[in-house]
């Protein structure tokens, strides 16, 4: 056997094409680290914007929670004032989730509608027709069109069921 070795000839038309495309990918990876770096400051920046409302709220809270520890026995005006200010800082909080297209689910019906209800506990009530919804337990968001928490409810049931 010959050992020389089988070299591979490529065209010249061919070898720059073959360069053209190297440089291509070199550029689009460029490109998307670039934008990769851009993507991860926005988020960045995102995320602290979400942290500063929050802080917002935690100085709220904390001056609340500081008069208390200060004053054992709050001033009247103060216990009046108190329903007030947490709805100051729940309002505030659904601000920052309305920002974030993260909203209340509105429902006013007395049937619990399952596509965003779900039944955590029943009561005994004669006076109402079964499965009628008796007290919500806790709200319910949604993110868009997708349920993110459902409303939790109670449902009446009747004693001989």
Partial sequence: MNNQQNLLQITPDYRDKVL???QSLLKEKRLLAQL?????????????????????LF????SLLLYLEEN?????RFIKRLPKSLGTIQSKLLTIL???????????GDKPDFNFCQVVD????EDLEEKTITKV???GFKIGDSTLRPIEVITSKKLSQ
């Fill in 122 to 125: 029943t009561e005994v009530r």
């Fill in 137 to 139: 337990v806790r709200k």
């Fill in 72 to 76: 054992p026995e709050p001033n009247p």
């Fill in 36 to 56: 990769l770096k851009e993507e991860e400051k926005s988020n960045r920046s995102a995320s602290e914007a979400l942290f500063l409302e929050f802080l917002e």
């Fill in 98 to 108: 309305e920002r974030r297209e993260v909203n209340l689910i509105e429902f006013g």
């Fill in 59 to 62: 100085d709220m809270l904390e």
């Fill in 20 to 22: 053209a495309d190297l």
